[in-house]
């Protein structure tokens, strides 16, 4: 029984929730900048290099010639997609780059902690560090 408190302890954790919490939204903003990349971003850019498809781009490793991608996996063909890895290694810059952005804009509203109350003042006479409820200096005897 005592393994099963240790591991509700565990698992009710804040940091363990919030954790949990940043993965599936972390999960879901990834999938909507893929969403962003493939369908807003992609399309401009491939008509800029001449109406190309980055997802279509693949190398045939197998006998016998395909017009498209979905032609060679529907043959059983062998084939190297760079195409649709060249879209992951964008949609992975893009993901990067708004997450730092949003990580940089939460902490401006992050709140600073309130310094902590000091515990020592300084002595009137010789100037050292005192504890606070000192009602002498222990180095140079005066009252305070």
Request: hydrophobic fraction near 50%.
């Amino acid at each position: 029984m005592k393994i099963v408190d240790e591991f509700k302890e565990f698992a009710m954790r804040g940091s363990l929730v919030d954790m949990a919490v940043g993965i599936v939204i972390g999960a879901a903003f990834g999938s909507l900048v893929r969403s962003l990349v493939d369908n807003v971003i992609m399309p401009p850019f491939g008509r800029i290099l001449g109406g190309m498809d980055f997802s279509e781009l693949f190398i045939n490793l197998s006998p016998g010639s395909y017009g498209s991608l979905a032609a060679a996996k529907a043959a059983g063909a062998a084939t190297i997609n760079y195409g649709l890895f060249l879209n992951s290694v964008i949609s992975f810059l893009i993901i990067s780059w708004a997450l730092f952005i949003v990580v940089k804009f939460m902490n401006k509203f992050k709140r600073e902690k309130p310094a902590p109350e000091p515990d020592t003042k300084i002595c009137p006479q010789c100037q050292s560090s005192i504890k606070l409820k000192a009602v002498r200096c222990p180095y140079c005897t005066s009252a305070l």
